[in-house]
Protein backbone atom coordinates (compact mmCIF):
# COMPACT_ATOMS: atom_id res chain seq x y z
CA UNK A 1 0.00 0.00 0.00
CA UNK A 2 1.33 3.06 -1.07
CA UNK A 3 0.26 6.34 0.17
CA UNK A 4 1.11 9.52 -1.42
CA UNK A 5 1.28 13.62 -0.48
CA UNK A 6 -1.98 14.72 -2.15
CA UNK A 7 -1.40 17.83 -4.49
CA UNK A 8 -4.45 20.34 -4.15
CA UNK A 9 -3.66 23.19 -5.59
CA UNK A 10 -2.60 24.75 -8.96
CA UNK A 11 0.58 25.91 -6.99
CA UNK A 12 1.30 22.80 -6.06
CA UNK A 13 0.66 21.03 -9.59
CA UNK A 14 3.18 23.65 -11.23
CA UNK A 15 5.60 22.49 -8.08
CA UNK A 16 4.94 18.60 -8.86
CA UNK A 17 8.26 18.12 -11.52
CA UNK A 18 10.51 20.11 -9.17
CA UNK A 19 9.23 18.42 -6.20
CA UNK A 20 8.07 14.80 -6.67
CA UNK A 21 5.83 13.23 -4.48
CA UNK A 22 7.31 11.92 -0.98
CA UNK A 23 6.57 8.07 -0.65
CA UNK A 24 6.62 6.38 2.72
CA UNK A 25 9.65 3.11 2.82
CA UNK A 26 7.66 0.82 4.63
CA UNK A 27 5.96 -1.02 1.90
CA UNK A 28 7.69 1.04 -1.12
CA UNK A 29 10.08 -0.80 -3.54
CA UNK A 30 13.35 0.91 -3.78
CA UNK A 31 14.39 1.51 -7.61
CA UNK A 32 18.00 2.56 -7.50
CA UNK A 33 20.25 1.93 -4.32
CA UNK A 34 23.62 3.14 -5.04
CA UNK A 35 26.47 1.92 -2.77
CA UNK A 36 25.55 0.11 0.93
CA UNK A 37 26.65 -3.24 1.91
CA UNK A 38 25.46 -5.63 5.02
CA UNK A 39 26.36 -4.87 8.31
CA UNK A 40 28.48 -6.44 10.59
CA UNK A 41 26.41 -8.29 13.35
CA UNK A 42 24.76 -6.37 16.11
CA UNK A 43 26.69 -3.35 15.14
CA UNK A 44 23.74 -1.07 15.23
CA UNK A 45 22.59 -2.81 18.68
CA UNK A 46 20.03 -0.30 19.21
CA UNK A 47 18.01 -0.83 15.73
CA UNK A 48 15.10 -2.85 15.97
CA UNK A 49 13.03 -4.74 13.26
CA UNK A 50 8.90 -3.23 13.96
CA UNK A 51 6.75 -6.41 13.10
CA UNK A 52 3.19 -6.47 12.62
CA UNK A 53 0.99 -10.24 13.28
CA UNK A 54 -1.13 -11.69 10.52
CA UNK A 55 -2.40 -15.06 11.30
CA UNK A 56 0.12 -16.85 13.26
CA UNK A 57 2.92 -15.00 12.24
CA UNK A 58 5.04 -11.93 12.26
CA UNK A 59 6.59 -9.67 9.50
CA UNK A 60 8.85 -7.09 9.38
CA UNK A 61 7.86 -3.78 8.38
CA UNK A 62 9.71 -1.36 9.83
CA UNK A 63 12.79 0.14 11.38
CA UNK A 64 13.15 1.18 14.63
CA UNK A 65 15.84 2.45 17.64
CA UNK A 66 15.76 1.99 21.07
CA UNK A 67 16.31 4.57 23.48
CA UNK A 68 15.20 3.37 26.97
CA UNK A 69 14.96 -0.03 28.10
CA UNK A 70 11.08 -0.17 27.48
CA UNK A 71 11.05 2.50 24.53
CA UNK A 72 11.36 2.79 20.95
CA UNK A 73 11.90 5.10 18.46
CA UNK A 74 9.82 4.82 15.36
CA UNK A 75 7.78 6.60 12.29
CA UNK A 76 4.30 7.49 13.00
CA UNK A 77 2.96 6.24 9.58
CA UNK A 78 4.71 2.57 11.01
CA UNK A 79 1.99 2.37 13.44
CA UNK A 80 -0.68 4.57 12.60
CA UNK A 81 -3.24 2.47 12.23
CA UNK A 82 -4.18 -0.90 14.56
CA UNK A 83 -2.61 -4.04 14.55
CA UNK A 84 -1.04 -6.36 16.78
CA UNK A 85 3.02 -5.16 17.37
CA UNK A 86 5.91 -6.46 18.34
CA UNK A 87 9.68 -5.33 18.81
CA UNK A 88 12.38 -7.68 17.90
CA UNK A 89 15.92 -6.17 19.32
CA UNK A 90 19.30 -8.04 18.85
CA UNK A 91 18.53 -9.14 15.81
CA UNK A 92 20.77 -9.38 12.24
CA UNK A 93 19.28 -11.84 10.44
CA UNK A 94 15.31 -11.55 10.49
CA UNK A 95 14.52 -15.06 8.75
CA UNK A 96 16.62 -16.90 11.23
CA UNK A 97 16.62 -17.25 14.97
CA UNK A 98 20.55 -16.78 15.90
CA UNK A 99 19.61 -17.20 19.87
CA UNK A 100 20.52 -13.37 20.18
CA UNK A 101 17.13 -12.24 20.37
CA UNK A 102 14.95 -10.57 22.23
CA UNK A 103 10.89 -10.71 21.30
CA UNK A 104 8.95 -7.70 22.84
CA UNK A 105 5.37 -7.17 22.18
CA UNK A 106 4.24 -3.48 22.17
CA UNK A 107 1.65 -2.33 25.17
CA UNK A 108 1.00 0.94 23.94
CA UNK A 109 1.52 3.10 20.96
CA UNK A 110 2.05 6.74 20.89
CA UNK A 111 1.64 8.67 17.59
CA UNK A 112 2.44 12.37 17.68
CA UNK A 113 -0.56 14.54 18.07
CA UNK A 114 0.24 16.61 14.72
CA UNK A 115 0.77 13.84 12.83
CA UNK A 116 -1.53 13.35 9.70
CA UNK A 117 -1.25 10.33 7.52
CA UNK A 118 -2.59 12.55 4.30
CA UNK A 119 0.32 14.76 4.39
CA UNK A 120 3.76 13.69 4.82
CA UNK A 121 4.94 16.42 3.82
CA UNK A 122 3.29 18.11 7.18
CA UNK A 123 5.98 16.92 9.55
CA UNK A 124 5.54 15.25 13.07
CA UNK A 125 6.65 11.37 11.59
CA UNK A 126 7.74 10.22 15.00
CA UNK A 127 5.69 7.69 17.22
CA UNK A 128 7.03 6.28 20.66
CA UNK A 129 6.34 2.84 21.49
CA UNK A 130 5.88 1.39 25.30
CA UNK A 131 7.09 -2.23 25.13
CA UNK A 132 5.50 -4.54 27.96
CA UNK A 133 8.81 -5.31 29.68
CA UNK A 134 12.37 -3.87 29.45
CA UNK A 135 15.22 -4.95 27.75
CA UNK A 136 17.76 -6.51 28.82
CA UNK A 137 20.96 -4.77 27.87
CA UNK A 138 24.31 -6.72 26.73
CA UNK A 139 26.80 -6.59 23.58
CA UNK A 140 23.89 -7.12 21.06
CA UNK A 141 21.67 -4.79 22.74
CA UNK A 142 22.21 -0.71 22.94
CA UNK A 143 20.12 1.89 23.58
CA UNK A 144 20.29 4.63 21.24
CA UNK A 145 22.20 7.94 21.88
CA UNK A 146 19.80 10.75 21.17
CA UNK A 147 21.22 14.67 20.18
CA UNK A 148 20.26 17.69 22.53
CA UNK A 149 17.10 19.33 22.06
CA UNK A 150 17.14 21.66 18.79
CA UNK A 151 21.06 20.44 17.56
CA UNK A 152 21.33 20.27 13.48
CA UNK A 153 24.17 19.03 11.68
CA UNK A 154 26.27 20.77 9.60
CA UNK A 155 26.16 19.81 6.06
CA UNK A 156 28.14 16.25 5.00
CA UNK A 157 27.77 15.27 8.37
CA UNK A 158 28.46 11.30 7.78
CA UNK A 159 25.80 9.54 8.78
CA UNK A 160 24.53 5.73 8.21
CA UNK A 161 21.33 4.69 7.11
CA UNK A 162 20.89 1.01 8.74
CA UNK A 163 17.41 -1.40 7.90
CA UNK A 164 16.23 -4.79 6.04
CA UNK A 165 15.15 -2.39 3.20
CA UNK A 166 14.50 -3.83 0.27
CA UNK A 167 17.38 -3.54 -2.37
CA UNK A 168 15.67 -3.64 -6.03
CA UNK A 169 12.44 -3.49 -7.78
CA UNK A 170 10.50 -6.06 -7.03
CA UNK A 171 12.85 -7.38 -4.35
CA UNK A 172 12.42 -9.08 -1.18
CA UNK A 173 13.44 -7.47 1.98
CA UNK A 174 16.96 -8.19 2.79
CA UNK A 175 17.48 -10.82 5.23
CA UNK A 176 20.36 -9.43 6.41
CA UNK A 177 20.79 -5.91 8.27
CA UNK A 178 22.27 -3.23 5.80
CA UNK A 179 24.24 0.07 6.28
CA UNK A 180 24.76 2.88 3.56
CA UNK A 181 26.43 6.35 3.86
CA UNK A 182 24.35 9.49 3.57
CA UNK A 183 25.96 12.20 4.57
CA UNK A 184 23.95 15.21 5.53
CA UNK A 185 22.23 17.73 3.06
CA UNK A 186 21.73 21.23 4.78
CA UNK A 187 18.52 22.56 4.96
CA UNK A 188 19.22 25.18 2.96
CA UNK A 189 20.32 23.14 0.16
CA UNK A 190 17.67 20.75 0.26
CA UNK A 191 14.98 22.82 0.67
CA UNK A 192 15.96 24.70 -2.57
CA UNK A 193 14.24 24.60 -6.02
CA UNK A 194 15.38 21.66 -7.99
CA UNK A 195 15.72 19.84 -4.66
CA UNK A 196 13.02 18.99 -2.34
CA UNK A 197 12.10 22.63 -2.55
CA UNK A 198 9.18 23.40 0.08
CA UNK A 199 8.61 19.75 0.84
CA UNK A 200 10.80 19.29 3.51
CA UNK A 201 10.78 21.35 6.62
CA UNK A 202 13.23 22.09 8.90
CA UNK A 203 11.77 19.76 11.16
CA UNK A 204 13.52 17.48 8.45
CA UNK A 205 16.74 16.16 7.94
CA UNK A 206 18.44 15.09 4.72
CA UNK A 207 21.02 12.59 3.52
CA UNK A 208 22.45 11.44 0.81
CA UNK A 209 21.34 12.35 -2.91
CA UNK A 210 24.39 12.08 -4.58
CA UNK A 211 25.18 9.46 -7.36
CA UNK A 212 27.46 7.42 -5.00
CA UNK A 213 25.51 7.63 -1.46
CA UNK A 214 22.66 4.45 -1.02
CA UNK A 215 19.65 3.88 0.35
CA UNK A 216 19.17 0.91 2.29
CA UNK A 217 16.18 0.34 5.15
CA UNK A 218 12.85 0.84 6.25
CA UNK A 219 10.90 3.89 7.03
CA UNK A 220 11.20 4.43 11.25
CA UNK A 221 15.05 3.36 11.26
CA UNK A 222 17.69 5.19 12.19
CA UNK A 223 19.69 7.59 11.05
CA UNK A 224 23.21 6.89 12.57
CA UNK A 225 25.64 10.12 12.75
CA UNK A 226 28.89 10.43 13.84
CA UNK A 227 28.64 13.07 15.98
CA UNK A 228 32.62 13.87 18.16
CA UNK A 229 33.14 10.27 17.82
CA UNK A 230 30.17 8.47 18.56
CA UNK A 231 27.12 7.52 16.43
CA UNK A 232 24.04 9.59 17.59
CA UNK A 233 20.83 8.59 15.93
CA UNK A 234 19.66 12.16 13.99
CA UNK A 235 16.88 11.22 12.20
CA UNK A 236 14.06 8.92 12.15
CA UNK A 237 13.28 6.97 7.90
CA UNK A 238 10.30 9.43 6.72
CA UNK A 239 10.05 9.00 3.03
CA UNK A 240 12.00 9.05 -0.54
CA UNK A 241 11.13 10.35 -4.02
CA UNK A 242 8.45 8.83 -5.86
CA UNK A 243 10.80 8.67 -8.87
CA UNK A 244 13.07 6.55 -6.52
CA UNK A 245 15.30 5.42 -3.60
CA UNK A 246 18.15 7.84 -3.78
CA UNK A 247 17.17 10.25 -7.21
CA UNK A 248 19.34 12.91 -8.29
CA UNK A 249 19.33 15.84 -5.57
CA UNK A 250 15.88 13.71 -3.72
CA UNK A 251 17.67 12.70 -0.83
CA UNK A 252 16.20 10.58 2.09
CA UNK A 253 14.30 12.39 4.28
CA UNK A 254 14.59 11.87 7.91
CA UNK A 255 12.23 13.29 10.74
CA UNK A 256 14.93 15.35 12.75
CA UNK A 257 15.49 13.58 16.10
CA UNK A 258 16.57 16.94 18.21
CA UNK A 259 13.26 18.80 17.15
CA UNK A 260 11.33 16.15 19.15
CA UNK A 261 13.16 15.59 22.49
CA UNK A 262 10.82 17.66 24.69
CA UNK A 263 7.94 15.95 23.43
CA UNK A 264 9.58 12.27 24.08
CA UNK A 265 10.58 12.84 27.36
CA UNK A 266 7.14 14.36 27.74
CA UNK A 267 5.54 10.90 26.51
CA UNK A 268 7.90 9.16 28.39
CA UNK A 269 8.11 10.68 31.90
CA UNK A 270 4.20 10.62 32.22
CA UNK A 271 3.93 6.95 31.88
Not at 1 to 8: G, H, P
Not at 197 to 222: F, I, L, R
Not at 232 to 251: D, E, L, M, Q
Request: charge should be positive; include cysteine; proline fraction near 4%.
Amino acid sequence: MLRFLVLTSLAALVLAELEPEPRYMEYSVEEKVVGGEVARANSWPWQISLQYQSGSSFYHTCGGSLIRRGWVMTAAHCVDRTRTWRVVLGDHNINSNEGKEQFMSVSRVYVHPNWNSNNVAGGYDIALLRLSSDATLNNYVQLAALPPSNQVLPNNNPCYITGWGRTQTGGQLSNLLKQAYLPVVDYQTCSSSGWWGSTVKNTMVCAGGGSESGCQGDSGGPLNCNVNGQYVVHGVTSFVSSSGCNAYRKPTVFTRVSAYISWMNGVSIKQ
